[in-house]
């Protein structure tokens, strides 16, 4: 099958592995440390940075068996140990952060990376945290950043409306509709005069996580018998990419290395690529003998060609006429098979003739005496026969050659004859859905090995990202997206929507004095979170919303400029404003309120 290289992707068969190594520390006190605090990715750095440190959220702690240790590994530390994956787990459950130890964990690694060798950390702390975050969960990480690390001052920040900050400058009063795309849930918040109105605010149980897993399920069923394990960090990567993902070829590092030069995990980790390439080497074996196939077949095909050119109508007629022999051939099969299920026909009744003739043999004496009577069956060829004609309605070799041979003709009369078309094959007429299978999941010959590690995907995509707006067709019982926005713009009075329209649609969200009315104003809906960056996504949220809108309303739905990174960098363009310094919970407030408390600003969940 002819591929379309433009559609396909190479998805790696190993996650690659960086050596942790801390940084130089050099930054001065004053500079805050951001901490996106994400459900799958953990986004990390000095306010000062151009970009964070990413690393996937994933922790574990397990024994080491050599030396009997107790091991905890963080991020992609995770994948170098089998037995620290089998048991990893996150901080996370859900959009709820429980899982301290990890918690812990993650900030020894942000805090280990950055280069900080001081017995505390002297740098303020601005961490993320989703919408209506638990206060027990926002309390025990505000104790130990205080208890544990001895940090001067820390800020909590929605992840949501920092990313909304950051594409919004220089606009103190902005509005608009956020619509936050996370790993575990997808939330909907309203903006006005740049706080969010979060007793207006929802969110459904729907992310990216859930579709991951949905598209894999897909892919399950679409391909039982797949040759290679698909893994969830790839299957994650399937719903950003388009039509077909491919394998790459793998290699045996361990292999040409001595085992006096190894260790004991790396010596099975040698047995095992071992045995792969020698599965490797009898595939390529194999392909040697395919290539002297196709080599024969190459020259019989210039045979072909020759007749082709010397009488055309003649080569066709030829093909068309042993094209209708075969297809004659299985008709009868066919209407045999039909005629066993009818036991008063001919074909039933000649095969139970048949069985009676095995029973009616020439009896022997009741009791035979050893070397008498010597059963002679089997030494005619013929004698073989009687089975075939009794099991005349199994499939035999004779029916598969002909299927094989018959598709070899088809091929040739469907490129040299401009008279013979796909209507007169035998797949057209003996079955109308083959077109549609075919284009849902092509075929591919046995040779081709890079063919059958293939995953090709059609209605699979769309399938996945309607999931965020009809979430029931995957066993989710949430409103989808578009529901929920329309819910949120239903909490307006219809008055207030037909008023302020003519400046802008968001200034419909809640009544303003006219002196606040401003053109210049942003207002939008506007999506963040790593699957905001879905192509087409905009355009059905758009939709979504000018349903419940007066006709002629302006919308202007936009995406975050980088939906993963906004957030932290958001978080960090902040902590240089001077209204950080007043936001922010300073050691003398924890010590005289605990860590319950927090301060009231536009971007925490106490508005």
């Not at 590092?253 to 390439?277: F, G, T, Y």
């Not at 309607?466 to 979430?471: A, K, L």
């Not at 401003?518 to 699957?531: H, I, K, S, W």
């Not at 007043?582 to 408390?597: A, D, M, S």
């Amino acid at each position: 099958m002819d591929e379309d290289t433009e559609n396909v992707t190479h998805v790696p068969n190993l996650l690659q592995i960086y050596p942790m190594e801390p940084d130089e520390y050099n930054t001065p006190h004053n500079v805050p440390i951001i901490i996106d605090n994400g459900c799958t990715t953990y986004r990390f750095g000095f306010s000062n940075a151009s970009d964070p440190y990413t690393i996937p959220n994933i922790y574990s702690r397990y024994r080491e068996r050599k030396h009997n240790l107790q091991i905890a590994l963080f991020g992609d530390n995770v994948e170098v140990e089998s037995g620290a994956k089998t048991q990893s787990k996150t901080a996370w459950e859900g959009d709820i952060l429980i899982n301290f130890d990890a918690m812990e964990n993650a900030l020894d690694y942000a805090f280990c990376k950055l280069g900080l060798n001081t017995n505390s950390v002297l740098h303020p702390v601005v961490i993320s945290e989703r919408l209506c975050t638990p206060m027990y969960s926002r309390s025990v990480l505000s104790e130990l950043l205080f208890e544990g690390y001895n940090v001067p001052r820390a800020a909590f920040a929605i992840d949501a409306l920092m990313s909304f900050y950051y594409n919004t400058p220089n606009q103190p009063k902005r509005d608009g509709i956020v619509v936050s795309f996370n790993s575990a849930s997808t939330s909907v918040l309203p903006v006005l005069n740049g706080k969010g109105i979060l007793a207006n605010s929802k969110r459904m149980a729907w992310g990216a996580n859930q579709a991951s897993e949905y598209i894999m399920k897909l892919v399950q069923m679409k391909y039982p018998y797949f040759p290679t394990r698909v893994t969830p960090q790839q299957s994650a990567t399937l719903i950003l990419f388009v039509l077909i993902n491919e394998k790459e070829e793998p290699t045996y590092p361990l292999v040409d290395i001595p085992d006096d030069q190894l260790s004991e995990n790396s010596l099975r980790e040698k047995r095992k690529q071992k045995l792969m390439k020698a599965n490797s080497d009898a595939r390529k074996v194999q392909k040697a003998q395919r290539m002297e196939e196709k080599r024969l077949k190459e020259e019989e095909a210039l045979r072909e060609q020759g007749e082709r050119d010397r009488d055309l109508m003649g080569w066709s007629n030829k093909i068309r006429s042993q094209h209708e022999s075969i297809m004659q051939r299985m008709q009868m099969r066919k209407r045999q098979r039909a005629a066993l299920l009818d036991r008063k026909s001919a074909a039933s009744q000649s095969r139970m003739k048949n069985v009676a003739s095995l029973a009616v043999d020439v009896p022997g004496p009741r009791k035979r005496r050893k070397g008498n009577e010597e059963d002679t069956f089997g030494a005619d060829d013929d004698d073989w026969q009687i089975y075939r004609k009794i099991n005349t309605g199994a499939p035999d070799e004779s029916e598969e050659e002909d299927l094989v041979r018959l598709a070899a003709l088809e091929k040739q009369l469907l490129e040299y004859d401009p008279t013979f078309s796909m209507s007169q094959t035998y797949a057209s007429l003996s079955t109308a859905r083959s077109k549609l299978l075919e284009s849902f999941r092509p075929g591919y010959g046995e040779e081709d090995v890079r063919g059958h590690s293939r995953i090709h995907l059609n209605v699979e995509r769309w399938r996945c990202v309607e999931t965020w707006f009809s979430p029931g067709i995957a066993g989710c019982e949430s409103a989808g997206l578009g529901e929920v926005l329309q819910f949120v713009l239903s909490r307006f009075k219809p008055q207030q929507r037909l008023r302020m329209a003519k400046v802008g649609f968001f200034l419909l969200l809640l009544p303003r004095d006219d002196d606040d009315a401003n053109d210049d104003v942003d207002q939008n809906v506007f999506l963040t979170g790593a699957p905001a960056q879905f192509p087409g996504l905009s355009t059905r949220v758009h939709a979504a919303v000018q349903e419940v809108l007066e006709p002629g309303a302006e919308i202007d739905v936009r995406v975050a400029n980088d939906p993963a990174l906004d957030a932290w960098r958001g978080m960090a363009r902040f902590s240089e404003t001077e209204e950080f310094a007043r936001v922010g919970v300073t050691r003398e407030i924890y010590n005289e309120h605990g860590p319950e408390r927090i301060n009231r600003w536009w971007g925490s969940n106490w508005v």
